[in-house]
């Protein structure tokens, strides 16, 4: 019994760059989501998918961030032209309709 | 909406002592509450849940919560600490937002050390 996981676990890059994310929820899960955490406060929320379509959005997800998952399986997030104050970690979690949320170990991003 | 307090950032507690992490809910929904314990550097746990249904509700390590709608309370609680209870906890509700995405509204986290 796989959980979710994301990929990679660790990311550091320059100002200006561009970042991708990775996450595989658990098979059979048709809800993804994204969230966000920085230092001494609790994940917030990103956006959200069922099966293939993203149907929230935050107002924390501004237009650099995108996100996507193509066939209901896994999902990715974007970054464009990373700022040092979207250094966080990154959390994805998978549920079934409106059960507990599984989340994964997380992507820890640092924007130098 | 809805929003989540806990009450403490930071709690410390004797091995073999009683825990309790306070979390105060609002919500403008019938709310489902969940307990998340998170490790350094990893993601979160989850501990318990409360979904309407038993008003004490048992999870993993031998933690409890009891909802309490008059109070709008959710605290977790376990009759004896263990060093490996050490960790960052988290209070959360969710409800149907109205897109049905259930996402989850976290607290600021309790920090719990425990002292040998």
């Known amino acids: 019994d796989t959980g979710v996981s994301q990929d990679p676990r660790h990311k550091i890059t320059k100002r200006g760059q561009n970042v991708t994310f990775r996450c595989d929820p658990i098979?059979?899960?048709?809800?993804l989501y994204w969230y966000r955490q920085t230092l001494g406060q609790g994940p917030e929320f990103l956006t959200y998918?069922?099966?293939?379509?993203?149907?929230?959005k935050s107002r924390l997800l501004s237009d650099r961030f995108s996100a996507e998952r193509p066939k209901g399986s896994f999902s990715t997030l974007e970054i464009q032209r990373t700022e040092q104050g979207d250094s966080a970690m990154y959390l994805c979690?998978?549920?079934?309709?409106?059960?507990?949320?599984?989340f994964g170990p997380g992507t820890r991003l640092t924007v130098t | 909406a809805q929003s989540v307090t806990q009450l403490g950032s930071h709690v410390s507690v004797s091995e073999g002592a009683l825990v309790l992490l306070r979390c105060n809910y609002s919500?403008?929904?019938?709310?489902?509450l969940f307990w998340y314990v998170q490790y350094p550097n990893q993601g979160l746990q989850l501990l318990l849940k409360?979904?309407?249904?038993?008003?004490l509700v048992k999870g993993i390590n031998g933690f409890e919560a009891e909802f309490k709608k008059s109070e709008t309370s959710f605290h977790l609680t376990k009759p004896s600490a263990h060093m490996s209870d050490a960790a960052e906890y988290f209070c959360?509700?969710?409800?149907?937002?109205?897109?049905?995405?259930?996402?989850?509204?976290f607290g600021k986290g309790t920090k719990l050390s425990v002292i040998p």
């Open positions: 979690a998978s549920s079934l309709v409106s059960t507990e949320q599984y």
């Open positions: 098979s059979e899960h048709n809800r």
């Open positions: 998918f069922q099966n293939e379509a993203q149907l929230e």
């Open positions: 919500s403008s929904v019938p709310p489902y």
């Open positions: 409360y979904t309407s249904a038993a008003t």
């Open positions: 959360a509700v969710s409800g149907n937002s109205g897109a049905g995405s259930y996402q989850l509204t």
